[in-house]
């Protein structure tokens, strides 16, 4: 068969086609991840141009097929191509050191990518393809505004997932263009990634007002106003934390369905919006409460800390998480300048460090592989859920000692009418963690143990007994 016999060559995009992201911004989120001081040079290596600044971050990060999101569409795109005779290419503006593990997979003949000095997208792409097999030569699938020049000198044009506005101007190029599916967000998937169900946990910052009984409307919109500060600012942590979490929650059993880790939100839209988010928690933390807005800094640092470092450290990482729950205590005081009694500081470091042990007891209990410490990212073994629990144990029953010690204060005295009527409480917070803490180690805990409790019944039937105990006793 000559040359001119030979079928054409069909050349897949990379970013946004092959794959449900984008190589340059997957790659940046595993420097974050592995090497934070490197992320800082990122400026650095930008001032050289983009096609450099992909060649640093390609050789900074590796990033294994197995992590990243195939489209289902394409690669059967491909496979069908390759069983009709045709070669396949892929043409990329991600550099090519990062492009080629891609190729090897799809089994690709070739691979035309950025390399370090070129940026091979648009116009660029379109003249590189069109050196290689003339114009007209070849097939292509792409999926952006961009990638028009290339269709224009394209035999044939294969769109992915592409907006309305795009599939008109398409259709003036080609008239013959065909359409495939990508992995496309919508609104709601962008929603789920800021996770509004967890802004349960900033209702701790009621906790301080609500202890105080006092009655003030106006102090209660002054929380409920950090309340929804905290939110925005805890759902930035989340996008955040979910961009270096990709590579382990893209194995993880569950957090693979994540919209990001799934690859059905674009990761530069989801960092425009935690950054938004993050901008209007702390203008709003900080119009309410200069006190209060710092303690949200001291917040937000430790996430860093905990996403950065401190989750794979033993032990520290609960402390971190028990912290994280207590802190927000200390936002709601501080929003309206109210002391922390020492005893509810007392009980909530201990009840907040069973139940961030509890969310790590979830976790070494999926675990399959005793000898594995690495999976979700974490320094334990399974082997080491015998100790957590009772750990956890421990801690639980060591809040209920300080509330038990707390009901003969003289604070509670003069606070109560019926003060005797307050123990019945500690049986209710007996049995509240210790069903916890054991349906946890069956493995009917979801990840998160405060999100598990609002769909429990149980857990709410104790909260309306635990709030009718209170107002009997007043």
Request: glycine share 8%; charged share 15%; net charge positive.
């Amino acid at each position: 068969m000559t040359g001119k016999d030979l079928p054409t060559p069909l050349v897949v995009d990379v970013d946004g086609t092959l794959i449900g992201g984008n190589l340059l911004f997957e790659g940046i989120s595993r420097v974050l991840g592995s090497s934070p001081f490197k992320f800082l040079l990122l400026p650095f290596w930008l001032l050289a141009g983009r096609a450099s600044l992909k060649r640093q971050v390609a050789q900074a990060a590796s990033l294994p097929v197995s992590t990243l999101v195939l489209n289902s569409a394409v690669l059967k795109e491909i496979e069908l191509a390759k069983a009709g005779g045709q070669a396949v290419w892929l043409a990329s503006g991600a550099d090519e050191s990062a492009v080629r593990p891609l190729a090897e997979y799809v089994g690709a003949s070739g691979v035309l990518a950025s390399d370090g000095s070129v940026n091979l997208v648009g116009q660029a792409k379109a003249d590189r393809l069109t050196d290689r097999f003339g114009e007209g030569g070849f097939d292509y699938i792409g999926n952006e505004r961009r990638d028009l020049a290339v269709w224009r000198v394209s035999r044939r044009a294969v769109g992915v997932n592409l907006s309305t506005r795009l599939v008109r101007r398409l259709g003036a190029l080609a008239s013959d263009f065909r359409l495939l599916p990508g992995n496309d967000g919508r609104p709601i998937d962008y929603l789920r990634s800021l996770r509004p169900h967890q802004w349960i946990k900033n209702t701790l910052v009621f906790l301080p007002l609500a202890a105080s009984h006092s009655m003030e409307p106006e102090l209660y919109l002054v929380v409920a106003g950090m309340f929804v500060a905290l939110s925005a600012c805890t759902s930035a942590t989340y996008v955040f934390n979910d961009l270096i979490d990709l590579p382990h929650d893209r194995k993880h059993e569950t957090k693979r369905h994540r919209p990001m880790a799934a690859g059905i939100v674009s990761i530069q839209a989801m960092v425009g919006i935690g950054l938004a988010c993050l901008a209007a928690g702390l203008s709003i933390a900080f119009w309410l409460s200069t006190a209060a807005g710092v303690c949200v800094v001291v917040y937000l640092a430790a996430n860093v800390a905990y996403s950065l470092w401190l989750k794979r450290k033993t032990f520290l990482d609960v402390i971190t998480l028990s912290f994280l729950y207590a802190v927000r205590l200390l936002i709601g005081a501080m929003a309206i300048s109210l002391s922390v009694s020492s005893w509810l500081i007392g009980f909530s470091t201990f009840v907040f460090l069973s139940l961030a042990i509890v969310k790590r007891q979830v976790e070494l209990g999926s675990m399959s592989h005793p000898t594995d410490a690495s999976v979700g990212g974490r320094a334990y073994f399974a082997a080491d859920i015998g100790t957590i629990t009772a750990l956890g144990g421990a801690s639980a029953f060591a809040s209920v000692v300080v509330l038990t010690l707390y009901l003969q204060s003289p604070e509670v005295m003069a606070r109560y009418d019926r003060p005797d009527l307050l123990w019945l409480v500690c049986p209710l917070l007996i049995y509240w963690l210790g069903r916890l803490i054991l349906l946890a180690n069956r493995g009917a805990v979801d990840d998160d143990p405060v999100v598990f409790a609002l769909r429990d019944r149980a857990s709410w039937v104790v909260a309306v007994a635990f709030l009718a105990v209170v107002a009997a006793a007043l």
